[in-house]
């Protein structure tokens, strides 16, 4: 894994400046104010910087226990940071010109972003699953219940990868119609599901990593994770019953 290391150190530098590069918009939206909601505030740099440093932090993490070639991690963990930076720097630019980051299609300029800010969470959604594939391929590494928890966490993360193409789908499709208004508030039902989705990478990991600094039996951890694996699913489920219902 010798080689893992410097990718893994510019993942991690990459992902604590995308955290703090929300926390700075977070003062910006308390000093300039303005919506919090809605197509254009300062809520997404905020959100997708910490959201999208957590991730990418979590990502470089948890990776290094699966059986996956050390030179292929490395580039696709690269690639991943790369791709981060590209989606809230995009959606960064948009907050400060006053304009939304996606689904905005009025001048050549705003329908290249979005449609860059599209293509880069395709290219997410293809990293992320080659990561998933490999978790089920090959039986996680690591202490009692991390198999289950990162096997679990890429799998709901999944979900959260295809709650957010649908989301820009239906807008791209609203839009295209002529629906703009109607392709911004088109989202609304899919975000709690794709919110909670997407940090079970994180949360369950980390949990196994916690358990397995006390003093308690191996069955007993893997119980743990594995309720706590339960009640994380649940919770996606309710969210996506939410989604149903509202949509």
Do not use: N
Request: with cysteine; aromatic share 8%.
């Amino acid at each position: 894994m010798a080689g893992d290391r410097p990718a893994e150190r510019l993942c991690h530098t990459v992902g604590l400046l995308l955290i703090v590069a929300g926390l700075v918009h977070l003062v910006v939206f308390a000093v300039d104010g303005g919506p919090w909601d809605g197509p254009v505030s300062w809520r997404k740099p905020v959100t997708f910087g910490l959201s999208f440093g957590a991730t990418l932090i979590a990502v470089t993490w948890v990776t290094s226990y699966l059986h996956i070639g050390s030179r292929l991690r490395a580039l696709l963990l690269v690639v991943f940071a790369a791709d981060c930076v590209l989606e809230v720097g995009g959606i960064t630019l948009q907050a400060w010109r006053r304009v939304p980051s996606h689904l905005d299609m009025e001048t050549p300029f705003d329908t290249a972003v979005s449609m860059t800010l599209a293509v880069g969470g395709g290219v997410l959604v293809v990293l992320l699953t080659v990561f998933a594939v490999a978790s089920f391929r090959h039986r996680p590494a690591g202490p009692a219940g991390m198999a289950l928890a990162v096997r679990s966490g890429f799998a709901i993360l999944l979900v959260a990868l295809a709650s957010g193409a649908a989301m820009i789908a239906r807008g791209v499709v609203l839009t295209r119609t002529g629906h703009q208004e109607a392709a911004y508030h088109s989202t609304a039902p899919l975000k709690p599901l794709h919110g909670v989705s997407l940090h079970a990478v994180l949360v369950l990991p980390v949990l196994a990593r916690l358990l397995s600094a006390t003093s308690w039996s191996e069955p007993v951890r893997r119980r743990i994770v594995a309720a706590a694996t339960g009640c994380y699913g649940a919770a996606v489920i309710g969210a996506g019953m939410w989604a149903v219902l509202t949509y």
